[in-house]
């Protein structure tokens, strides 16, 4: 069996057991979009909105407390695949750190194929036989979890944190610029690690200028800002979700069946729903959903659509200045999107039968 063979099934492995959280993590999210304004559904705390019984405020933070176990689920599970048991609490413990550091799902699958090799190394020592009924519950899981977790926070946590700053300063400085080449830039940052970091980056920026937007300015800049970065975290899992229709071939069972979730997750702007995809075969899935959500942050800011809510997707389509024009730029990148992912997996599918 090939290294990359070998690889794709470690990753396969954390994305199966990860995909279910997915879906009902964000269909919940999506119900409570769907139930009441997201602009007031995600605000409450989890506190505030139990004491205030407000059903949908509680339906969204559901969904968000299954949202919050999707990195270490799938870094937990790549190192289980790895190295079995012993590999469970250091994947599980680098995804958590993962998250908490700002790596999002890429640092999750760099802590989990970490775990796992560590874990797998020391399960592979001779050690007495008196250490040996302890190795794999005590013994292996301590050290790993040890050492993978000093390297998640002095390797992976301080670069990631600089590099989000330079990228929110970066963005400050183009915002100045062409407003079409900030929307490509917005659209490539949204779609590179769905969720993670630099997406967050990008999150970050446009709400933060949507907050320091006049109230009653309803062309303000911020507001095209905010339109094309939620449309461009739209387009992923929707492009996806049409790629499994049209070439159902060219995916999983599983990945189909997570095609009709994506179908939501994206219309409600969870990108998330385009992490198992990009976890499986992210050479391929990746450039692909960059480039459909470009063209979208593109049209969008050249079309001059506006957003006054930092959240919901079509559930706020009131809110959006230019719907007309906001839902042609979504649709051609969500084109764009499958077409690209069907040609990348059918020119990968004619190399490996080659």
Do not use: C
Not at 36 to 49: I, N, T, Y
Not at 222 to 230: I, K, Q, T
Request: hydrophobic share 55%; aromatic share 8%.
């Amino acid at each position: 069996m090939s290294a990359g063979t070998t690889l794709r099934q470690w990753l396969m492995t954390g994305v199966s057991y990860m995909i279910p959280f997915v879906a009902a993590g964000g269909i919940l999210i999506a119900i409570g979009f769907m139930l009441h304004d997201p602009v007031d559904v995600v605000k409450p705390s989890l506190g505030e909105a139990l004491t205030a019984n407000n059903v949908p405020a509680l339906i969204f933070r559901l969904g968000a407390t299954a949202f919050g176990f999707l990195v270490p689920v799938l870094a937990g599970f790549i190192a289980y695949a790895i190295a079995d048991r012993p590999g469970l609490v250091p994947g599980f413990v680098a995804g958590s750190l993962s998250g908490s550091l700002g790596a999002g799902y890429l640092g999750g699958l760099i802590g989990g194929l970490i775990a796992g090799v560590i874990a797998k190394w020391i399960a592979d020592q001779n050690v007495p036989n008196a250490l040996r009924s302890i190795m794999p519950i005590v013994v292996n899981p301590l050290v790993t979890t040890l050492l993978v977790g000093f390297i998640m926070l002095y390797i992976v946590g301080k670069p990631v944190a600089s590099a989000n700053q330079s990228l929110t300063n970066w963005l400050a400085t183009m915002g100045t610029g062409s407003a079409v080449v900030l929307g490509i830039v917005l659209g490539l940052m949204m779609a590179f690690d769905m969720g993670g970091p630099v997406n967050k980056v990008a999150y970050t920026f446009a709400a933060g200028g949507l907050a320091n937007a006049a109230a009653g300015a309803t062309d303000a800049k911020e507001f095209v800002v905010m339109a094309a970065v939620m449309a461009a975290g739209m387009t992923p899992p929707l492009g996806l979700a049409l790629a499994t229709v049209v070439r159902p071939k060219l995916f999983t069972e599983s990945e189909r069946e997570n095609g009709k979730a994506a179908w939501v997750l994206g219309a409600s702007f969870i990108t998330e729903g385009a992490i198992p995809f990009a976890a499986a075969d992210p050479l391929r899935v990746i450039p692909s959903l960059m480039a459909g959500s470009a063209v979208t942050g593109a049209l969008v800011m050249a079309f001059k659509d506006t957003l006054r809510a930092p959240h919901g997707g079509v559930w706020v389509l009131p809110l959006i200045g230019g719907v007309a024009t906001y839902v042609v730029a979504i649709v051609v990148g969500t084109v764009v999107t499958a077409a690209a992912v069907i040609g990348a997996k059918s020119a990968g599918a004619k190399s490996a039968a080659a």
